[in-house]
C-alpha cells in the first residue's frame, strides 16, 4: 500500500478522501485544506487526520492527491515532486501551459510520476468502446451542463471542454493542425458557451460544443470512421457501434443493405459491446497506483495533460483570432 495524502477538502476532495480511505492501493495518512476551519470540520465529519501545513503532509506520504483549485496545481505539484514524491493532479494540470512544462521537466529530474484527473478516460462507455475507434476522420462532441457557480471562475473550456480535448487526443494519432472557435459570456466574466473546430494534420476534423447554462446535461461523442459510426454516452454509459461489411451474395431476409452511385453494396449491422459498471474517479487512483508499483506510465500522463492544456488555451486564444496554425 502507497501512504497518500489528499491536498484540498473541496467538493470533490472530500470523494477523493471517501474512496481513498476504502482502496486496498493506498493507506490515507491525512489531508490538508487551506482553509483551515474547513479542514477542522472535515476532520470531524469524516474521520480524517487533518494537517495545518502542507509540508507536513507531503513529508508523511509517498503520493501527494492534488484537489485545489488550479491556481494552486503548481505550486503544490513542484513542492511535492521536489521532495520525491509522486502527483495526481485534478484536471486541468495547472493554470498555465508554462507551469505544466516545468512540472515534465521536475518529474524527469526527480524521477517521480504523475498522473492528470481526466476521468472520462475512465468512463466505462468510453473504455468499452475505444479499442474499436481506429483512424477516427470526424468527430462531434456535445458537453451540455446545467447551470453551476462551482468551476464559472475558469473559460468553459477548461471546466468541461478539456475532458472531451483529452479524450480525442488519446484517439486521434496526429498533430493539431488548425483550430477555430467562439465563445459567448452568458452569465459569467468568461465564457460560457464555446464552439471549437479542430483540424489534425492527418485530415481528422472534431467539433466541440461545451455549456454551462443548458436545461439539461448531456455528455456525448460520435466518431466517423471508415466503414463504422461509433457513439458514447458518457453521461449514461451507453454506447452505440454501427458497422458496414461488403454485402453477401445472397442477403438474409433482415439485412440492411446500403447501395452507393456505383452500385457497390455494403450491409450494415450492429455491435453492442459491454460497459462494465465502475466508479471511475477510483479506478483512475488505483490505476496511478498500479503505474507507480510496475514503473509503467500512468493512463494519463502529465505529457497528455500539458497536450489537453496546449490544445485548450489555443482554442481560448482563438475566440479573439480567425484561427491557429
Known amino acids: 500500500m502507497l501512504k497518500i495524502g489528499v491536498l484540498g477538502a473541496g467538493h470533490l476532495g472530500k470523494i477523493h478522501l471517501k474512496l481513498l480511505e476504502a482502496s486496498p492501493a493506498y493507506e490515507l495518512v491525512g489531508f490538508y485544506d487551506a482553509d483551515a476551519e474547513n479542514g477542522k470540520e472535515v476532520a ?9 501545513s502542507l509540508d507536513a503532509l507531503i513529508d508523511a506520504v509517498e503520493v501527494v492527491d492534488i484537489v485545489t483549485p488550479t491556481l494552486s496545481h503548481y505550486d503544490c505539484a513542484q513542492r511535492a515532486m521536489t521532495k520525491g514524491k509522486h502527483v495526481f493532479l485534478e484536471k486541468p494540470i495547472t493554470n498555465t501551459l508554462a507551469e505544466a512544462e516545468a512540472l515534465l521537466r521536475l518529474e524527469k529530474k526527480h524521477g517521480v510520476k504523475g498522473q492528470v484527473g481526466h476521468v472520462e478516460r475512465f468512463n466505462p462507455a468510453f473504455k468499452a468502446v475505444k479499442g474499436s475507434i ?63 473546430r479542430v483540424e489534425f494534420e492527418n485530415g481528422c476534423v472534431a467539433n466541440l460544443t461545451a455549456s454551462r447554462i443548458s436545461l439539461k446535461n448531456m455528455r456525448k461523442s ?32 433482415f439485412d440492411m443493405l446500403l447501395q452507393n452511385a456505383e452500385g457497390e453494396k455494403k450491409q450494415i449491422y450492429f455491435e453492442h459491446p459491454e460497459v462494465a459498471p465502475n466508479n471511475a474517479i477510483l479506478e483512475e487512483l488505483e490505476s496511478f497506483a498500479e503505474a507507480i508499483a510496475k514503473d509503467r506510465t500512468p493512463v494519463v500522463s502529465l505529457e497528455q495533460g500539458t497536450n489537453a492544456l496546449r490544445v485548450a488555451l489555443n482554442i481560448i486564444d482563438a475566440f479573439n483570432t480567425e484561427n491557429y496554425g
Open 134 to 196: 481506429d483512424s477516427p476522420m470526424f468527430i462531434e462532441a456535445h458537453r451540455l451542463a446545467e447551470f453551476n457557480p462551482r468551476g464559472t471562475d475558469v473559460p468553459v473550456v477548461l471546466d468541461l471542454m478539456i475532458h472531451d480535448i483529452d479524450a480525442i487526443l488519446s484517439v486521434v494519432k496526429s498533430k493539431v493542425k488548425r483550430i477555430n472557435a467562439s465563445g459567448v459570456a452568458v452569465i459569467s466574466q468568461s465564457p460560457d458557451i464555446a464552439n471549437a
Open 44 to 52: 470531524r465529519s469524516l474521520g480524517h487526520t487533518f494537517f495545518d
Open 222 to 253: 460520435r466518431f466517423f470512421q471508415k466503414d463504422a459510426y461509433i457513439s458514447v454516452d458518457f453521461l449514461e454509459k451507453k454506447v452505440e457501434v454501427v458497422k458496414m461489411k461488403d454485402a453477401p451474395e445472397t442477403p438474409g431476409d
